[in-house]
């Protein structure tokens, strides 16, 4: 059997000084410093540009532990260190065991001839990543880009050197993220030990699964110390498989096939219950269990679904047969010091995800393959993941070092996630494809230009090997059948022009950041839509709350050196002041901008969403940039780094409903009203049309019979601009559209004629009234006129049903509130402490309400 002792007890030190402290394990440098008081809190004030000096320097950590006699008695002892950040040589006893170099591997090592009864010294030693890549780059001749390494906030000048290390990207800066080149222990170490067998591995191959039946096969690696006649037994859904195996010495893989009939199939949330299915293995040598593995997956058929058709080809996923439009986000790693991660916060992300009626994350690659807690959730929640393979916006060294270092760190991944039902698609790397432009001189992000024909041919051959042959061949070899996409965005591997993607390809996935980045207009949304939108996004300010927790009063101003260190986009203030004015009213002073800045990327994001969720089924997936925070900054995130929902994550929630009624005014002098189903049955009941002025009074009304199609999207009714306003001023008007069918009204959407900034408003008098309910408290709101982008502000942390909203008078919104929590039971029904309402009136200054 197979025993296995967490080590703890470190404590670790700079090199070159005298004086160990404590270290908690797993963690790392920079949060070690932290708890000892040794510097200041990383994400306040300026601090960062403070703590540069940390990844300069060599670091050594160690341990000292007793192996009792019964540990010692095993034949095998291995020392297994799940995540060692980065360049690391570990030593046992004073003999070196290993070198290591790449945070993403875990790496092995016999102890048996070093371990010895009584104490025993385990020693890490870190090298700088940023003294042992320097000398790489050197020797290259030539730099790689890598577009948002901020190497010059680490004091490298324009010397970039995060390409060359296998370790999470975005810890050398990114537009949202600073520069905390971390090292340390950032996963468990831990003692192994067995004898006679172990089970290294249990993989439940899903060979075909409908729901008549699961064809499953259990690839089981096992390691024997002798060659011997064994019994594998499979149980799991209350049925048990048994086969004899001849184990050989050494490392054997054995299949195992397991037929289920009728299984509860997995689905992702709005298709059906995410159904969960514990296998577990056991060896039985002599009628003994000998070593046993349990593993839990979901039973389902997925596969990503790229077929010819009339406009292009078709991109999107398909799940028990099913087309599942993805609804969701990018996902970045919640923290710049991962270990600060806990489950609560995991689970407060995910269980947000499906609260904004989500089916999809995507995790990106500049962060780290997650952490196994994470996938576990998206399992239990039924949130589909797209995974990246770590690598984003750079081009990457070649050699057989590297690639040999890139493969086992792939294949390492892939077993460790494969069972994960969530994870429905595998991607090689973000934007890379895009950005190198290989077979098209005129697009691209101007790379290539920098380098001769000859090193443009060989950096791009050191693309192919990783992108299209490396990753692609771990993906088959160890997770059979899983779908891989070389790069997001690409239209299809063709080896020519047509291979990357543009803001209109009608194939493959799409980037769409002419909004923003390019400071299109919001109307842009509507025009460039492609199969599957994987990013676009607009960024805001986290609320005041979190702005505080890094900036003083003082320091309350766009401007002013603490709040542009927490915004990482060279362009982003001006960006959202542009956007601002062009959409929205001045703000009255700062915290208001604060607010404002949420409001306006609210409105970017809804009008994306549903412009890509209208266009159904051409379009069949939408993936904002970006779910969440790794500190608190100004960013595209729709929730800040405290896990605060912005106005966007509200908004998102509405727009992602599975029946959603969206009104489109870009069409020329009319307005259409679109019905979008995620349902798979037919939906049917009436249109009703109103159009209100502000006091709340009803100037007209329209009505229709709707109905749509299960698991598609159409225009119910189309009105023209003329007859609707006709003699009315567009800027006192809001027109206003429910679905009622037999389960009641099941979908609302209205519509401004003009920008928010445009509206002639006055100021709202907003009444609460609370009252108890399903244990927590509802607030009833209610207006004297037009109250716009209602904004409830709890005492206690939590999330509203709704906010973010536009309240009529005769309209009032019953709102629950929900606390979060650390139970299994991520929001519960609570009391939200003091509540202040407000809407934009009180953001804006008094002279551009009307
Ligand atoms: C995309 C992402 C990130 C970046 C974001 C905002 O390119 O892949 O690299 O943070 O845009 O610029």
Redesign the pocket.
Known sequence: MRSSVVLDQWRFKACDQEGWLPAKVPGCVHTDLLRNEQIPAPFYGTNEQELQWIDKQDWEYETRFVAGDEWLSHSRLELVMEGLDTYAEVSLNGVCLLQTDNMFRTWRADVKRLLQSGSNHLHIRFRSPVKEDLPKLEQLGYSLPAT?DQSEAGGLGNRKISVFARKAPYHYG???GPRFVTSGIWRPVRLEAWSGWRMRDVYIQQQKVTEQEAKLCAVVEIEAEQPEEVQLRLSGGGQVWEQTVSLAAGENTVRLEAVIAEPRLWWCRGLGEPALYTFTAELLAGGTVVAERSVRTGLRQVRLVKEKDTYGSTFYIELNGVPVFAKGANHIPNDSFLTEVTEERYRHEIASAVEANMNMLRV?G?GVYEDDRFYELCDEYGVLVWQDFMF??SMYPGGAAFQSNVREEAVQNVKRLRNHPSIVLWCGN??IDIAWSQYDDERGWGWRRAYSPELQARIWADYEAIFHRILPEAVEQYAPGTDYWPSSPMVELTGDIHQHATNSTTGGDI?Y?GVW?AVEPFANYNIHIGRFMS?Y?FQSFPEYRSVRAYAEEGDMELESPVMLSHQK?GHGNRLIKEYMELYMKESKDFPSFLYMSQVLQAEAMKIAIEAHRRRKPYCMGTLY?QMNDCWPVAS?ASMDYYGRWKATQYAVKRSFEDILLSMDGTLGGMVGIHLVSDRLEPVSGTLQVRLLNFAGNVLKTWSAPAAIGGNTAGCTLTLSTGNILAELDPKEVVLMAELHTEEGIIARASHYFVPSKQLKLSRPSITVTRCELDGGIALLLETDVLAKHVWLSSEAEGIFSDNNFDLLPGQPATILFKARSDGNQPFLPADPGKVVVRSMADFVKEDTLS
């Open positions: 948002n990114w537009d949202w990106w500049g984003a916006c973000n934007e980037h950041w980045h990013e996004g986009n940039w595209w």
